[in-house]
């Protein structure tokens, strides 16, 4: 796939979604608006979530009180660690948090870790199923990535008038934080303070991880030309070892980028129990 037409074509090709239009119920890659459903997005979502689940059950299902194995030792560091965080940002006792931290921070995890297979690898192998187009990274999906900042924003939001009801919340979006004698400036500096978590949260991901899908696009697009020009073994080999130099930062990027994701969950959830 490498090899065929423009760089610039090549490029469209990788960041054009295998999309369904749902006015026509037809795979069109150059249908756009709210009726149009990115399936692979909602492919690797839904995997890469079972993935996380079938892990975390075989585990539960096989841990012991006695020695552990390595693969016990390891989802129990995972866990610890995602409960030290929990522990550190939120101090209201909902039970629900800590596994939502951990759903949260591991499912952004192995979709930002899509980005560390080859680019042509799953989308050459989805040609031979009749799949013209695919994106194999979720979370370079601006809908993919603010869905989720979305969806942890209407859970904080909906746990807020559990932790305050009614009263405490309206108090919140009328009274802080200048007082009764200021209520629409305050609620209107609420309703923006409320609008750039969700907004920040999932611009964050998709532009951090969007970034680094270019870059791995870029690089096989150098050596395109150069593959073609003097043999592909050659090309191949730089294309190799330039992707393997990104590939080493780029896996602190996606660690930090589904870390941060995380924390953040964590403290609107500590947020929204709060009480001012």
């Not at 059950?57 to 660690?81: D, H, L, Y």
């Not at 904080?156 to 919140?172: D, H, N, P, Q, T």
Request: aromatic share 14%; charged share 10%.
């Amino acid at each position: 796939m490498a090899a065929e037409g423009s760089a610039s074509e090549y490029i469209v090709h990788h960041l054009t979604n295998y999309q369904l239009d749902l006015h026509t119920w037809k795979i069109d890659p150059e249908a756009n608006g709210f009726w149009v459903i990115h399936l692979d997005s909602m492919f690797f979502s839904v995997v890469l979530a079972l993935i996380f689940l079938v892990m975390f059950r075989m585990a539960a299902g096989k841990a012991t009180s006695g020695v552990p194995g390595k693969w016990q030792n390891f989802i129990e560091m995972c866990i610890e660690f995602v409960d030290s965080q929990v522990k550190d940002a939120y101090h209201h006792g909902a039970r629900f948090v800590a596994p939502m931290a951990l759903l949260v921070g591991f499912w952004v995890f192995f979709m930002n870790f899509m980005d560390m297979l080859p680019v042509d690898l799953l989308p050459k192998m989805a040609t031979w199923v009749g799949v013209d187009h695919l994106r194999t990274v979720p979370s370079t999906d601006p809908n993919v990535a603010i869905g989720m900042s979305l969806t942890v924003f209407l859970i904080a939001f909906g746990y807020s008038f559990v932790a305050k009801g009614f009263g405490g919340v309206a108090g919140e979006f009328l009274f802080h934080p200048f007082g009764k004698w200021m209520l629409p400036v305050n609620f209107m500096l609420k309703c923006v303070e409320e609008l750039a978590k969700p907004i920040s949260l999932g611009l964050r991901l998709f532009g951090n991880m969007y970034a680094g899908e270019i870059i791995f696009i870029l690089l096989a697009t150098f050596t395109l030309n150069f593959s073609i020009g003097i043999g592909g073994t050659l090309g191949m080999l730089v294309q190799i070892l330039l992707g393997t130099g990104w590939m080493i930062f780029h896996i602190l990027i996606i660690s930090l980028q589904a870390y941060i994701f995380m924390v953040l969950t964590v403290v609107y959830m500590a947020m929204a129990a709060d009480h001012h």
